[in-house]
């Protein structure tokens, strides 16, 4: 028995040496990711493969005149088909591909597989980012992101281009409804909790696009011509709030160039700034074909090119090549690109269903769309409804529109129209009247020419309805809702004349409708269900409501069900300004910009534009803080919002009335009404305004206080520190906080506090200062 024991062992031993000598060298000595240090995994690589790994693939769109995908991209399959681009992947050292998928309202990726026919990937249509913000509830964008999370999770994606923050600098920015808000503490405060929602799945984000890019017009060659102080304030403030509270794993670049760089070749906004200062630990990528020099936007610190294009692989390699970039930058920019995929699913194997739990984020997506919606109007209290028989009119009554198209746009299984959600909750539609509009709604469609891969759909008229219908259905129903929907997506700004303003046809049928249920003594409520901020002064006395449901998702019907019912009490506030008219807003005169007559152009694709330049001469005057400040009236602040109940606030009390380092500033809330509900409580601080013109206020801290029923309260709690006080200050390239009286506002309390000498908060460095002189507006 012994014998054979050892003659056992012997075998295996025997064995083992075999094997050994017998496999090829590299098989153990190449070091493997995650097993062997990164740097000796870079040490390891030949110059082509750190190439191949800062330079993306796939790309699939097919799409004339944009650059061929490499020949590798057309060979191996996608592992997500629908996704907006992976990474390559280099076997032999143990490194995977990631897949990077859109966007802020959902993952977007195909719903059908050409090599599975059987199965469907529908992704959930969550709100758009304009929704969540309306909310002004940090946790309602964490849930969302929780939610969208699991999604990227489940079906095998490592990162998740979102969220998107730029500013809502005009109304009229096509991209608007994917970013948040004309607030850049809005937008870097929900940025930071959606984040974190996502990554809470290991999964990672993007949030994008860095910076200064509030339009879509020739977006790819177009200079934001910015000063510095307006840059740091306002359009940078935000990533550095997401930056700082978050740790996304990536930021993506803009397209645009800052006072005459690229973004994504700027080492001051790459590097100085954003790790040097901020302290960014990620990954930067480009936003897709953007910039024009690869080896600078490695040198910059831009460390993978998506979506990745053959010449750029040659002229990284050139540069190397003749020395203009160095193997010591690629490594920095390879071992950024290996961290991350260190912490990838891709990486750890992680087995994913293909089968999201699409129930649970429905009810996300319903409960956090009622969350953001915003009520105008509610004269006579004519908003809760009790279920009845509603004469249900608009295109988008009964053709909602969830969410916005491009990038931003998802592949969702279903929508709940308004007359769907109306109907779920008891109430009675006219269905011959429904008939009638989805035929005209089909035939419509059917009539419009096709639309370009992620482009934007021609929106269809609205549909005429004659006086003697409308005073028959007024008659028989208990009241009118009517929608006026707004298609918004990508690549396009939106214009004034019947978009900002209403069209014809709707301005016949809103007044026609208001006229024959008025006659009757019958109620007209409005829903807005847009994007962004549209004219409402000149029709919103003919009508007794008026709810922004904003684009809600793909449970829209439900969600505004539920706030027009008063399931939900409404507690949404506007983050952008509805102006009066749209020469009110403070860019009116210089967005979108102008084309250069004559200049080379720095890019040439089919979707590159002209080069051109963007003046942002209103400098730090964006929304509120320019209405305010110049006493220009608007149609609703920024702010607004109504409740079915009332909030009264107690007096504010201050830690101390002289400010150190930090204030702490709190205050009761009260619900004075009847009904149960939530208030945003809002502080604003007005600045000495001695050294600079500084807007009549700004918001530095705001919550929502939880579902207070008739007669509780709850305190508010909020910290001031330096830099809620403090200016930045071009000279010196500084946060500064000037002597004197800072008043506090919160609602009508208020309070102040003092500084006694000049407080320098943070010390900067002078960056992507505009190299022509800008003339920018100031204050009165
Ligand atoms: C958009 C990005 C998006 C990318 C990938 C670009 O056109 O600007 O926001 O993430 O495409 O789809």
């Not at 997500?80 to 996704?83: E, K, L, Q, R, S």
């Not at 177009?222 to 910015?226: A, D, E, K, Q, T």
């Given at each position: 028995m012994l014998k054979r024991n050892s003659l056992v062992k012997w075998a295996i031993a025997a064995t083992i040496i075999l094997v050994t000598l017998q496999a090829p060298k590299t098989q153990t000595k190449t070091p493997q990711l995650g097993k062997a240090s990164v740097k000796d995994v870079i040490r390891a690589m030949t110059r082509e493969e750190k190439v191949t790994l800062v330079v993306g693939m796939g790309f699939t769109a097919d799409i004339p005149g944009l650059p061929e995908p490499s020949e590798e991209d057309k060979k191996v399959p996608q592992k997500?088909?629908?996704?907006a681009g992976r990474t390559h992947a280099i076997p032999r050292l143990g490194i995977p591909s990631l897949t990077l998928s859109d966007g802020p309202a959902g993952v977007r990726i195909d719903p059908v597989r050409k090599n599975d026919p059987s199965k469907t990937y529908y992704a959930t249509g969550f709100p758009i980012a304009t929704l969540l913000a309306s909310s002004w509830d940090t946790e309602v964008a964490n849930r969302v992101g929780i939610a969208m999370g699991r999604e990227v999770r489940d079906f095998g994606i490592d990162i998740l281009l979102a969220p998107a923050l730029n500013i809502q600098r005009n109304p009229l920015g096509g991209r608007n409804f994917e970013y948040y808000s004309e607030d850049p503490l809005i937008a870097g405060k929900m940025a930071a909790a959606f984040v974190k929602g996502v990554q809470t799945n290991g999964v990672g984000t993007s949030i994008k696009h860095f910076a200064v890019n509030s339009q879509e017009f020739n977006r790819m060659q177009?200079?934001?011509?910015?000063g510095e102080r307006a840059l740091r304030e306002i359009y940078l403030k935000g990533f550095e709030i997401a930056v700082k509270e978050s740790q996304p794993w990536t930021v993506m670049s803009s397209y645009n160039l800052v006072n005459g760089t690229y973004t994504s070749q700027s080492t001051d906004l790459l590097t100085t700034l954003l790790r040097d200062e901020w302290g960014f630990k990620g990954l930067v990528m480009s936003d897709w074909f953007g910039g024009n020099d690869a080896a600078t936007q490695l040198r910059a610190g831009n460390d993978l090119l998506m979506p990745g294009v053959v010449a750029q692989t040659a002229a990284i390699l050139k540069a190397l090549n003749d020395g203009s970039l160095t193997d010591e930058q690629l490594n920095k920019n390879v071992e950024r690109v290996l961290n991350v995929i260190l912490e990838s699913p891709a990486f750890k194997s992680n087995n994913y269903?293909?089968?999201?739990?699409l129930t649970a984020s429905a009810r996300v997506t319903r409960e956090t769309a009622a969350e953001g919606m915003v009520l105008l109007k509610n004269d006579n209290n004519v908003l809760p409804l009790a279920a009845s028989k509603v004469a249900l009119f608009g295109n988008a009554s009964y053709d909602l529109i969830a969410g916005g198209t491009g990038s931003g746009d998802v592949n969702k299984k279903y929508i709940v129209s308004l007359d769907q959600g109306l109907t779920a909750s008891g109430f009675t539609i006219d269905d011959e009247f429904k008939q009638t509009y989805m035929q005209f709604i089909t035939d419509q469609k059917a009539k419009r020419p096709p639309t370009a891969p992620f482009m934007m759909p021609a929106p269809i008229a609205e549909m005429p309805v004659a006086m003697e219908r409308l005073q028959q259905l007024a008659g028989t129903s208990a009241l009118a809702v009517l929608t006026l929907g707004r298609n918004t997506g990508e690549f396009v700004d939106r214009k004034v004349e019947d978009d900002f303003m209403l069209t014809l046809a709707e301005t016949t049928l809103l007044e026609s409708v208001s006229e024959a249920f008025h006659a009757k003594g019958k109620k007209v409520i409005v829903v807005l269900n847009v994007g962004g901020p549209i004219e409402t002064t000149s029709w919103r006395d003919k009508v007794d409501a008026v709810l922004v449901?904003?684009?809600?998702?793909?449970e829209g019907g439900h969600a505004i069900t539920d706030v027009l019912t008063g399931k939900v009490n409404p507690s949404g506030k506007l983050a952008t300004t509805f102006p009066v008219?749209?020469?009110?807003?403070?860019s009116a005169k210089t967005f979108p910009g102008r084309e250069i007559p004559g200049a080379t152009p720095l890019i040439v694709n089919p979707f590159a534009g002209k080069p051109a330049e963007a003046l942002y001469d209103e400098g730090i005057f964006v929304g509120y803080r320019y209405y305010e400040t110049f006493g220009v009236k608007t149609a609703y602040p920024f702010g607004y919002g109504l409740s079915y109940t009332n909030f009264s606030y107690g007096d504010l009390k201050l830690s101390s009335r002289k400010f150190q380092d930090k204030v702490i500033v709190s205050v009761a809330v009260t619900n004075s009404g009847k009904t149960p509900g939530k208030e945003v409580v809002q502080l604003y601080v007005s600045a000495p305004g001695k050294k600079w013109k500084n807007?009549?206020?700004?918001?530095?801290a705001f919550a929502k206080t939880r579902l207070l029923k008739p007669g509780e309260s709850q305190v508010m709690r909020f910290t001031l520190t330096g830099r809620d006080l403090a200016s930045f200050d071009v000279k010196s390239s500084s946060w500064i906080a000037e002597s004197g009286s800072y008043v506090i506002k919160v609602g009508a309390s208020t309070g102040k506090i003092e500084l006694e000498k000049d407080l320098l908060v943070e010390k900067s460095r002078k960056l992507l200062a505009p190299t022509s002189e800008l003339k920018e507006l100031e204050s009165r």
């Open positions: 997500v088909p629908g996704a177009s200079n934001s011509v910015i269903s293909n089968q999201p739990d449901s904003w684009l809600p998702g793909q008219f749209y020469t009110d807003v403070p807007p009549e206020s700004e918001l530095r």
